[in-house]
């Protein structure tokens, strides 16, 4: 299938918004329950826009149907590293877009200079572990008992890709 990926801009903050909420109230893949309330929603997506850190999306027509983004840390110490985001909508997994945006928005993280991103992610999600090892990220450490949904632990693995 062919999607357009672009970066993000404030046209597409509602679109970006359900995805992440979408994906969020999964309880499988996100380090949250429901997507973020839409003013920070906003204010994220301007801030990465004004500072020009890597935020795409995938399009299906007029659709968002996917991010990926890199962002801040938000200390001058990490000012060289950014965090991964990522989401796809549950019907447009298994089809590759997902190593489509991780590729894109490596690409735009090193363009802006950055030469470490660092992502968690859950022990028990093996297709993005897979993912991420293909493409280069390393194992960095696990956190025992991470994330607790409905009284059930699970566990974060560190992960970062250095260039």
């Known amino acids: 299938m062919s999607y357009q990926i672009i970066k993000i801009n404030e046209n597409y903050i509602d679109g970006f918004a359900q995805v992440v909420d979408t994906v969020a109230r999964e309880l499988r893949y996100l380090a949250f329950l429901e997507g973020p309330p839409r003013e920070m929603t906003m204010a994220y997506v301007q801030r990465n826009i004004a500072e020009n850190w ?5 399009l299906d027509g007029e659709q968002v ?7 801040s840390l938000n200390r001058p110490v990490f000012e060289h590293s ?6 796809i909508l549950p019907n447009y997994r298994g089809q590759g877009l997902g190593r489509r945006l991780m590729h894109t928005v ?11 991103v660092e992502l968690t992610v859950r022990e028990n ?6 993912l ?4 280069g990220f390393l194992h960095e450490g696990r956190h025992i008992n ?16 250095l260039f």
């Not at 890597?54 to 995938?58: E, G």
């Not at 149907?65 to 962002?71: C, F, L």
């Open 82 to 87: 950014g965090v991964l985001g990522i989401g």
């Open 132 to 135: 991420y090892e293909s493409l």
């Open 54 to 58: 890597p935020h795409i999306i995938a």
């Open 65 to 71: 149907i996917a991010w990926a983004d890199v962002a």
């Open 146 to 161: 991470a994330v607790k949904i409905h009284g059930q632990y699970e566990n974060h693995l560190s992960m970062a890709l």
């Open 125 to 130: 999600n093996h297709i993005a572990i897979k």
């Open 106 to 116: 490596l690409e735009a993280a090193q363009a802006r200079g950055l030469n470490r």
